[in-house]
T-cell receptor, first 115, second 115 residues
């Protein structure tokens, strides 16, 4: 079965620190990859997504993610975090064969940015 | 557009009672998804519809759960009878289609507490 693993459950950073959140998936075929963010008290919003082409994807608010097929990874990065980045971050995978539209989410990573 | 609308935002009920959660997808979107979020299991897809037809209900926990989409602008998720272990946040999401590249837009969620 497909699965998504986010290694960091809780990350605490100071403002201006660099961020990298890990995401690995288990599926041997072609995938679409997503990062969603959930700010406190708000619903999930799409940060960025990868379908094909350049494996380095840029999203909103200065976030980017790199798809490394050989490592089955899609890590999220931001060079300098802000207090407003405090949120929960979810990686999600959609396998291109079988169930269309079905997203498999990771457990989520809570990011706390200290001012 | 108002985005995905869910009601109620909070529901507190007693074990054994029937609970109905409601969702209005974004106008023009043809796919609708119901997710459940818990601390233990994270975000899980329960069921999704395309053009009002259930496509994948493999995530529905058991017969106590049922979902309907009588028309393109309304869906319900019903739990009967409810149990304390059903306590979770239930999210509805919609997308333009069921293609794997279609972004899912999430509603604010319904926080269900079963006493």
């Amino acid at each position: 079965a497909q699965s998504v693993s986010q290694h960091n459950h809780h990350v605490i950073l100071s403002e201006a620190a660099s961020l990298e959140l890990g995401c690995n998936y288990s599926y041997g075929g072609t995938v679409n990859l997503f990062w969603y963010v959930q700010y406190p008290g708000q619903h999930l919003q799409l940060l960025l997504k990868y379908f094909s082409g350049d494996p380095l994807v840029k999203g909103i608010k200065g976030f980017e993610a790199e798809f490394i097929k050989s490592k089955f990874s899609f890590n999220l990065r931001k060079p300098s975090v802000q207090w407003s980045d405090t949120a929960e971050y979810f990686c999600a995978v959609n396998a291109l064969s079988g169930n269309t539209g079905k997203l498999i989410f990771g457990q989520g990573t809570t990011l706390q940015v200290k001012p | 557009d108002a985005g995905v609308i869910q009601s109620p935002r909070h529901e507190v009920t007693e074990m054994g009672q029937e609970v109905t959660l409601r969702c209005k997808p974004i106008s023009g979107h043809n796919s609708l998804f119901w997710y459940r979020q818990t601390m233990m299991r994270g975000l899980e897809l329960l069921i999704y519809f395309n053009n009002n037809v259930p496509i994948d209900d493999s995530g529905m926990p058991e017969d106590r759960f049922s979902a309907k989409m009588p028309n393109a602008s309304f869906s319900t998720l019903k739990i009967q009878p409810s149990e304390p272990r059903d306590s979770a946040v239930y999210f509805c999401a919609s997308s333009l289609g069921q293609h794997t590249t279609d972004t899912q837009y999430f509603g604010p969620g319904t926080r269900l507490t079963v006493l």
